[in-house]
Antibody
Framework: QVQLQESGPGLVKPSQTLSLTCTVS??????????WSWIRQLPGKGLESIGY???????DYNPSLKTPVTISVDTSKNQFSLKLSSVTAADTAVYYC??????????????WGQGSLVTVSS | DIQMTQSPSSLSAAVGDRVTITCRAS??????LNWYQQKPGKAPKLLIF???NLHSGVPSRFSGSGSGTDFTLTISGLQPEDFATYFCQQTYMTPFTFGPGTKVDVK
């Protein structure tokens, strides 16, 4: 079955770049029907969409995020990645990758990674 | 952005109870309203998509209803494994937004 797995540093210093990768297994990320998303959950809080990318490289970002965001895709590795620049403590969160875009599921996020806790601290 | 609210923010219930959670959108989301269940330390799981459609493997005690801006998640006959936090989400317009969650705990 399709699985997603986040990877990356668990600790990032303030003002540096947070980088995470999501590896997709059990399906090809090149399936253009889906988009590949990043969502975060601040400690004890709700869920916030960061953005998503299609295998074509087309992206959609949440303009409400104060931190500059870049999502990229590497179809040869079946991975997509997240970069948040100039992070602050407010970016400390659990970061999830997820699959969406199935019109039959109303674009709901049907498959999620297990989550990756990233702490921003010096 | 479309703002999502949920009520109550938390509730206490017993096994076998009927539980109802409400979600309201700041503007219409048509039928692009989804529900997720999240347990501590775990990723959210899709329960219901497009207002009332159960995702694969979701027990039939879960149901959803509503339209436009007002939606409801109902658990008919709460089971021990249902104690969790539930989030609604709109996928009508980007950025996709979630409600703040409703925590269902043991009475």
């Amino acid at each position: 079955q399709v699985q997603l797995q986040e990877s990356g540093p668990g600790l990032v210093k303030p003002s540096q770049t947070l980088s995470l990768t999501c590896t997709v297994s059990g399906a090809s990320i090149s399936n253009g029907a889906f988009y590949w998303s990043w969502i975060r959950q601040l400690p004890g809080k709700g869920l916030e969409s960061i953005g998503y990318i299609y295998s074509s490289g087309s992206t959609d970002y949440n303009p409400s995020l104060k931190t500059p965001v870049t999502i990229s895709v590497d179809t040869s590795k079946n991975q997509f990645s997240l970069k948040l620049s100039s992070v602050t403590a407010a970016d400390t969160a659990v970061y999830y990758c997820a699959r969406g875009g199935d019109r039959l599921l109303a674009d709901a996020f049907d498959i999620w990674g297990q989550g990756s806790l990233v702490t921003v601290s010096s | 952005d479309i703002q999502m609210t949920q009520s109550p923010s938390s509730l206490s219930a017993a096994v076998g109870d009927r539980v109802t959670i409400t979600c309201r959108a700041s503007q219409t989301v048509s039928t692009y309203l989804n529900w997720y269940q999240q347990k501590p330390g775990k990723a959210p799981k899709l329960l219901i998509f497009a207002v009332s459609n159960l995702h694969s493997g979701v027990p039939s005690r879960f149901s959803g209803s509503g339209s436009g801006t007002d939606f409801t998640l109902t658990i008919s006959g709460l089971q021990p494994e249902d104690f969790a936090t539930y989030f609604c989400q709109q996928t009508y317009m980007t950025p996709f937004t979630f409600g703040p969650g409703t925590k269902v705990d043991v009475k």
